[in-house]
């Protein structure tokens, strides 16, 4: 039905790939790399972009993902706000022939003829990786071990599966047990509030888990001035691995970081090309992603890029 | 008549409000086919028992009894709907709905439950000229003056099947004309049996149309009298609990000297002034000393003058000078700085400052004066304040009470006190007796002509031409927005004369017309 | 017996001045029209106007009530939660298998409901209205996250065909069953206020309360009523927007009832109360559905910029509404 | 006419004879509020009874009380600049975009610093932003003042924009610093306590100073209570609108670098996220009303107290942030309530006369003033 030769953009080959990606917002440094990532990426690739920037609404998500379908774009990328609620959406992008990516986060569509692919991080593996160092790192530990975890922003698929993820490694030694937990919404002003109450409630905390690192910087800020030295009276273990929580962690004030890549553009941009042409890909494709202690931290902070 | 049931009975009614007995064992009986006048003074409780009568306060002691059937109700809506019509003191009406509408909202004719326009457009033209007014019904109330509006609340009140009909100082912005040909309305619903309870400042008219008076003092019921039985001047007494002999003393002030004035300084000079739209072009030059009226019928434009004087509304045409020194007029604050003050008509949109303190309303416009850095000491506030709440005896007498509590009358020495503290060299009154009792209003004519004779400028600007006559040494007349005429107030300037002019009918000749402009 | 003939100003000339802001918003709408057609190849495809009407179905409905609201003087702050709140609900309780007949009239309930006792509070009382719905806004967006902490999608088989049925023309353009809606609820709301004593209350209260109250108007009433009104449609809102996102989630619609009082006042409706109409929301919304759009076809606004252009937009609209205002009075 | 049954017959019944004192208390504006402070200090108090202990570590005082009054402190101030703008009749949503955009210009300045603790860079940043800010609240103000935009609709502009712009000075990343002496702004101490705290005293006894003292104060009331005439009175009220809309800027930039001083980070997306909203409330829950004229800063003060309690109470019961609106709802509620002169109008009916009907009573209550 749509075959309006004049307006049509995939006519010829040599013409270049029209990508429309339609982003969360900017809530983040880690979302500003991710999006930086995308946009340098693109370019590289010699493809036009059609960024959108939804401000954390899933509406404005839906109206840019419709405005791409009007354009005729060659393929749609998004990271999804929610998980929920893109079949319609989707169903038209579907029959419009318009290819689409999901980025960063999944969505609960039972129909996965929808999408093309999901490209991301594993959430539950990041916690998981955070829970490993906490039992590989406590074990001589005599007596119980104290741990305050700050969550994510409540109800978020990160947050969901990095509690989780952490919650499933711990359960492997019983003295591990998490004394408080309460969401700082994964930011630096959150994370410090939320720690100062922890720490008055809880004369004991040995560990703290913050789902990324803004929190645990704003938790750092806390622990000082209750007189505690980070990363020794209380170890600190965060997601994410920006700049400044790798800092943090290469001055010793963090103990480990499970890396949450935000550099997806390169991949992203060889996706593209792959759907556009046709070529099978996989279901689920998961980004490279390491994690730091305090001497890897120190070695890789001089060649990180963001 | 008065053999009859009363149709409406109030009994030992009070009323308080935080730190005012406005009521005490009140009573009020309303026959039917009577026009009953409640007269007393400002604040002496009219306009409260009137609300309380129809729900608006709720009462704290006494009964109402309606033909004959205790009532209480919780509001205008329940009163109107028991047939007790009401046009309440200061216009309530809606300036955002057009006059048709607010003529008939609430009770519009529809069909299916579907307001009729068409229906209303037309019955507002036939109601408003049964007043004799004829205006746009479609224009929004906001555009017309208060006078209009006035009109148009009482076209609203007594369209409804009422056999109470119930009028607070409905006249107070009326010309003669207008308050005739309300009287003769009034007249005729009163043979048609209906009870009408009157409020008013004016004693003739309280003669020419009342049947009956109550008349209360201080919240209290002083008594009840056929008008036939009252003469003017008890009534009066009873109104102010003294004997006084105000009213000879008032017939003593006709006329003003025109040569006493100070004729020799120019004060204010305006020349071919004018605003599209609202003012044709006017010359009009006040001296120090001087009492300059202006007459006209309502909307001709009096208010307009006014305002460009004072620089509250732009002028686009013409120049004002002060002193000589032509003067750019786009704030009010340049024309106070060359000490012009300025009294609304409007005291309620324009004036007052409901939530502020009697003494913080009073100091206003001295404090805007003076800057906002340097404030007036607050021991000198409240001297002002008590001065000048004594002077012109502003009740009740506490000056930290907020202003919105005090009675309409009482409102309007409030803001005439802000002006008289700034001392200013010409004072603009645009209606200052409107609403003011008897009493107060000698004392406000009073005091126009002291400050006259110390050397102040005084625009004034009044719908009772007796006042205006009294009052001023020159007569600007107004038509049409058009300054036709201005006469001095010798021997040969009477009452008719200006009506004359006024109405137009007899326009004065080109002749006698350049004379009066060259005359200036 | 003097008659008071003032000079009227014939009737021609009075009615675009009362009808002014409303028509400037239109120019104003079809100039930025102009613009996005002119810039962008897809833009004068007639899809994209009838994607600004599905994809601002609920919104436009929502600005149907505040307008209510606003033009008592009032104002609504929490319609964004309530239309949250109802896709919440409703997605619960289709989870739990309840039929969707039950399912709607519940959820069409809870946001009128809500509105009744926020507009008794303010009225009864004497609470602003903008603390009073400010807690409402509070508590609606507390109960979403307390019926979940995360998104619950929608299967059921009345809203799927309800969110994906499409009205269109063999060209293949379409309407979503919502702007159906959207538009019988505007319908129905202009004609409330035009044709009804309960509309021409709402201005008259608008207007003067006090007054209102001394002509003998249900003010009361009235002041209720405009607030269970904006809850309906609100309620009515959330139901659309639940067919539009096919779930519901606890933080959507978050920051909505800016971008609805923003629709309402650049739709020429005054925030003081007593004037402005319907037609003016539908075109204030239209405004924003078409800055939004031009934004997304541009396409290389950043997350920064996007927010300044559209603020920018935004005050470049309200000045030019304003100054042709100010020059025609 | 000298004889007047006036204030002698107050308010206070006279049959109440010595409770007539308690009772003057209890009508107190602000009587209210501090009983629901109380309230939740209380109730923090049983749910955690180490809450009202104050210790010294490190020579701080240190304790939740203390953490309390250092977190309310740029709500404080941003409340302070809302107050003056309520009261002219207006309102600013723009406050938290300030906050974020002066936060964000100060942090970039010194980030730029190669001595971050360089006293002179430092003052020059707080100038720079400081100035800025200024200019943002002129803009608003010119807006209202003299465009003639609805206060409401003029600051939404700053406010949707004004993120945009922070976002664009720290471009979209967080600017983190390592300053000692901007540090000190948010975390830092004088005399054990806080230097928060007294910045932000410094601030009410400024703001205090400025309307009171002068009288600003009055001419403010004045032109929200009734703008045209205060314009006939001689008030420049666009200057007056003008001014406050610069002073709560002004507020809002000090906000702004406490709050960015408290995580040494500037974030452009969520400093002061929706702090306007917490400001209308601390202004209203003081008394203040929203249709402009009279004031309080005091209450004002005790509500930015109390809805930073609020907010510490719901972390330290570790009540999910989402659902603890709820608990903000209710709070509020009740709190205006019980301060509403109808609502306790109809208290009182009750319990003098039981059985009235309560549509008599609605009408008795003082409504929008009814002059004459
Ligand atoms: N809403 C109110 N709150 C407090 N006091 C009030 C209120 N309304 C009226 N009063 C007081 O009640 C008394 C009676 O006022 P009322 O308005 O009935 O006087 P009035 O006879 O109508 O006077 P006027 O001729 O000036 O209109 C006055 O002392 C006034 O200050
Ligand atoms: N024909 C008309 N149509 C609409 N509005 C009018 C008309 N004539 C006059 N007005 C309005 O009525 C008001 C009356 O003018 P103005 O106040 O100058 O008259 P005035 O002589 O002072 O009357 P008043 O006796 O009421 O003081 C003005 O504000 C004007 O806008
Ligand atoms: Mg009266
Ligand atoms: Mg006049």
Redesign the interface.
């Known amino acids: 039905?749509?075959g309006n030769s004049d307006?049509g953009g995939k006519s010829d080959g040599d013409k270049k790939i029209v990508l429309?990606f339609s982003?969360v917002?900017?809530?983040?440094?880690w979302?500003?790399a991710n999006?930086t990532s995308i946009?340098d990426a693109a370019a590289a690739a010699g493809i036009e972009?059609?960024?959108?920037?939804a401000?954390?609404?899933?509406?404005?998500q839906?109206?840019?993902i419709?405005?791409?379908i009007?354009?005729?774009v060659d393929v749609i990328a998004f990271s999804p706000v929610?998980?929920?609620?893109?079949?319609?959406v989707l169903?038209e992008a579907k029959d419009a022939n318009i290819p689409v990516i999901l980025t960063d986060r999944a969505v609960?569509s039972?129909d996965k003829s929808l999408y093309k692919t999901f490209l991301g991080s594993d959430f539950i593996k990041e916690g998981k990786a955070a829970g490993d160092w906490v039992v590989q790192n406590t074990k001589d530990a005599t007596g119980q071990v104290n741990i305050v975890q700050l969550e994510g922003t409540?109800?978020?698929a990160p947050a969901?599966d990095r509690t989780k993820g952490f919650a499933e490694a711990i359960a492997a030694n019983p003295k591990l047990k998490i004394i408080?937990?309460?969401?700082g919404?994964f930011?630096?002003?959150?994370g410090?509030?939320?720690m100062?109450?922890f720490l008055?409630?809880n004369p004991k905390i040995d560990v703290l888990f913050a789902q990324n690192d803004?929190m645990g910087?704003?938790a750092l800020?806390a622990i000082q001035?209750?007189?505690k030295v980070p990363g020794k009276d209380i170890k600190i273990v965060t997601v994410d691995a920006v700049h400044?929580g790798m800092?943090a962690l290469a001055d010793g004030k963090f103990n480990f970081i499970a890396e949450c890549n935000p550099l997806l553009g390169p991949q992203l941009m060889d996706l593209v090309k792959k759907v556009h042409n046709g070529e099978e890909v996989p279901q689920r494709i998961e980004t490279i992603e390491t994690t730091f202690t305090q001497d890897k931290a120190k070695e890789a902070l001089p060649g990180r890029k963001y | 008549m008065t053999e009859s049931h009363p149709v409406l009975t109030m009994t030992g009614i009070d009323k308080s409000f935080p730190g005012v007995r406005a009521l005490q064992d009140v009573d009020l009986r309303l026959f039917p086919g009577e026009v009953h006048a409640l007269m007393g003074e400002n604040g002496a409780g009219k306009s409260t028992l009137i609300k309380v009568l129809t729900g608006v306060y709720g009462i704290d002691g006494g009964t109402i009894t309606l033909r004959g059937a205790p009532v209480s109700f919780t509001g205008p809506m329940q009163a109107s709907a028991a047939g007790v019509s009401t046009v309440y003191q200061e216009v309530n009406l809606c300036a955002n709905l057009s006059v048709a509408e607010n003529i008939f909202i609430g009770r519009e004719p529809r069909r299916f439950g579907a307001v009729r326009w068409r229906d209303i457009r037309r019955r507002s033209r036939e109601l408003l000229a049964r007043l004799d007014l004829d205006i746009d019904v479609n224009a929004p109330l906001g555009s017309c003056s208060l006078a209009v509006q006035q009109m148009v609340a009482i076209a609203r009140a007594i369209d409804v099947q009422a056999s109470v009909l119930v009028l607070d100082e409905p006249t107070s912005s009326l010309d003669a004309g207008e308050v005739a040909q309300l009287f003769r309305i009034m007249r005729q619903l009163r043979d048609s049996g209906i009870a009408i309870l009157f409020v008013t400042h004016f004693l003739d008219q309280v003669y020419a149309v009342s049947d009956r008076i109550t008349v209360l003092r201080n919240g209290r019921l002083v008594g009840e009298y056929p008008t036939t039985e009252l003469p003017q001047l008890s009534l009066v007494e009873k109104m102010i609990g003294k004997e006084l002999d105000v009213l000879e003393r008032l017939d003593e002030q006709t006329g003003r000297d025109a040569a006493a004035a100070r004729r020799d300084t120019v004060f204010v000079e305006a020349r071919e002034v004018g605003r599209k739209g609202s003012v044709a072009p006017f010359t009009l030059t006040i001296h120090a000393g001087e009492v300059v009226g202006l007459a006209g019928l309502l909307g001709s434009g009096r208010t307009e003058v006014a305002r460009l004087l004072f620089g509250a509304d732009r002028a686009d045409h013409g120049a004002v000078s002060v002193d000589g020194e032509p003067i750019a007029l786009r704030h009010p604050v340049t024309a106070i700085d060359h000490g012009i003050g300025f009294c609304s008509e409007n005291r309620r949109a324009e004036g007052l400052v409901p939530e502020l303190t009697v003494r913080e309303n009073i100091i206003l416009a001295m404090q805007a004066a003076r800057g906002w850095f340097r404030p007036i000491p607050r021991r000198r506030q409240e001297e002002l304040a008590e001065r000048y709440v004594k002077a012109l005896s502003i009740r009740p007498a506490d000056p930290n009470i907020p202003v919105a509590n005090l009675s309409g009358g009482n409102q309007q020495k409030v803001l005439l006190a802000r002006w008289l503290i700034t001392e200013p060299r010409l004072l603009i009154l645009d209606e200052p007796t409107r609403g003011i009792d008897i009493g107060a209003k000698t004392e406000i004519q009073k005091l126009v002509v002291q400050l006259s004779d110390g050397g102040m400028a005084v625009l004034f600007i009044s719908a009772e031409l007796d006042e205006v006559l009294r009052l001023s040494h020159r007569i600007a007349v107004m038509r049409d927005r058009e300054m036709v005429t201005q006469l001095t107030n010798d021997d040969s300037v009477d009452a008719d004369r200006i009506m004359q002019t006024i109405a137009g009918g007899a326009r004065p000749d080109e002749g006698a017309r350049t004379d009066e402009r060259a005359e200036v | 017996m003097t008659t008071i003939s003032l000079r009227a100003v014939p009737g021609w000339a009075r009615l675009p001045r009362r009808h002014l802001p409303v028509l400037t918003t239109l120019v104003l709408l079809l100039i930025l029209y102009g613009v996005g057609v002119s810039q962008y190849r897809a833009f004068s495809n007639i899809q994209v106007v009838f994607n600004v009407f599905i994809d601002n179905g609920f919104l436009l409905v929502v600005a149907v009530g505040m307008t209510f609201v606003i033009l008592t003087g009032g104002i609504d702050l929490s319609v964004g939660s309530v239309v949250a709140m109802t896709a919440m609900v409703s997605a619960s309780l289709l989870q739990h298998g309840l039929p969707a007949a039950l399912v709607l009239v519940i959820a069409l309930l809870i946001g009128p409901l809500l509105g009744f006792g926020m507009g008794c509070v303010i009225q009864f009382f004497e609470i602003q209205p903008f603390i009073v719905t400010l807690a409402g806004m509070f508590f609606a967006r507390g109960m979403c996250t307390f019926i979940s902490k995360s998104s619950i999608s929608i299967t059921d088989g009345f809203w799927t065909a309800m969110s994906q049925k499409r009205i269109g023309d063999p060209r293949g353009n379409f309407v979503s069953i919502s702007v159906l809606i959207a538009f019988a609820v505007v319908l129905v709301a202009a004609y409330v206020l035009a044709y009804t004593r309960l509309g021409r209350n709402v201005y008259a209260v608008g207007g003067n309360g006090q007054s209102a109250l001394l002509m003998g108007l249900p003010v009361a009433r009235t002041r209720i009523a405009v607030y269970t009104i904006s809850g309906l449609c609100s309620a009515i809102g959330g139901i659309l927007l639940s067919f539009y996102t096919l779930s519901g989630a606890p933080l959507i619609a978050v920051g909505m009832e800016l971008d609805v009082i923003a629709a309402v006042v650049i739709g020429g409706t005054v925030l003081t109360g007593g004037s402005g109409y319907i037609f003016g929301t539908v075109l204030g919304v239209l405004v924003l559905g078409v800055i939004q759009t031009l934004i997304t076809f541009d396409g290389t606004l950043n997350s920064w910029w996007t927010r300044i252009v559209i603020g920018g937009l935004l005050f470049a609209f309200i000045l030019l509404q304003r100054l042709i205002g100010i020059r025609y009075k | 006419m000298s004889e007047r049954t006036s204030s002698e017959t107050a308010t206070v019944d006279p049959r109440a004879g010595g409770l007539g004192r308690f009772q003057a208390v209890t009508a107190h504006r602000l009587f209210w509020p501090v009983v629901v402070l109380v309230a939740l200090v209380v109730a923090n108090t049983i749910y955690r009874p180490g809450f009202l202990s104050i210790q010294v570590r490190q020579g701080h005082l240190y304790g939740s009380l203390i953490d309390i009054i250092r977190l309310s402190a740029p709500l404080i101030l941003v409340a302070l600049g809302m107050t003056l703008v309520i009261s002219t009749g207006g309102i600013d949503l723009s406050v938290g975009s300030v906050c974020a955009i002066s936060g964000a210009i100060a942090c970039l300045y010194i980030s730029k610093q190669p001595d971050q603790n360089g006293m002179a860079g430092v003052l020059t940043a707080l100038a720079l932003a400081f100035g800025a800010s200024l200019v943002l609240g002129a803009w608003n103000g010119v807006l209202v003042a003299v465009i003639g935009i609805q206060p409401i609709i003029a600051t939404l502009i700053l406010m949707v924009a004004g993120r945009g712009v922070a976002q664009l000075i720290t471009e979209g990343q967080i600017i983190t610093i390592n300053s000692g002496p901007y540090k000190a702004i948010g975390v830092g101490h004088l005399l054990t306590l806080p230097l928060a705290i007294f910045i932000a005293l410094a601030g009410v006894l400024l703001v205090a100073a400025v309307t009171r003292r002068t009288a600003l104060g009055m001419i403010i009331e004045a032109v929200g209570g009734n703008a045209r005439a205060s314009r006939l009175a001689g008030i420049r009220s666009a200057r007056v609108t003008l001014l406050v809309y610069v002073i709560s800027a002004a507020c809002a930039a000090i906000a702004g670098f406490m709050m960015t001083a408290n995580v040494s980070s500037a974030d452009g997306n969520s400093a002061g996220l929706w702090v306007e909203l917490d400001a209308i409330l601390a202004v209203v829950i003081g008394g203040t009303s929203l249709v402009g004229g009279r004031f309080s800063l005091g209450g004002t003060i005790l509500g930015a107290l109390l809805i930073q309690t609020l907010t510490t109470t719901v972390y330290a019961m570790n009540i999910a942030p989402q659902t603890a609106l709820l608990f903000k709802a209710i709070v509020v509620i009740i709190v205006c309530l019980i301060q509403a002169p109808a609502f306790r109008a109809r208290l009182r009916r009750r319990r003098r006369r039981p059985g009235t009907p309560p549509a008599a009573v609605v009408a008795d209550a003082p409504k929008e003033q009814v002059p004459a």
């Not at chain 1, 917002?25 to 440094?29: K, P, V, W």
């Not at chain 1, 972009?49 to 920037?53: A, G, H, M």
């Not at chain 1, 401000?55 to 404005?60: D, H, S």
């Not at chain 1, 930011?187 to 959150?190: A, L, S, T, V, W």
């Open positions: 039905a749509c307006t429309g982003q917002g900017a809530e983040s440094g979302r500003t999006t946009k972009l059609k960024f959108d920037d401000q954390q609404k899933q509406e404005n839906i109206k840019a419709r405005s791409y009007q354009q005729k929610v998980e929920s609620g893109w079949d319609t169903k609960d039972q409540t109800g978020s969901n408080a937990s309460q969401s919404d930011k630096r002003e959150g410090k509030q939320v100062e109450q008055k409630a803004d910087l704003g800020e001035a209750a007189g400044d800092q």
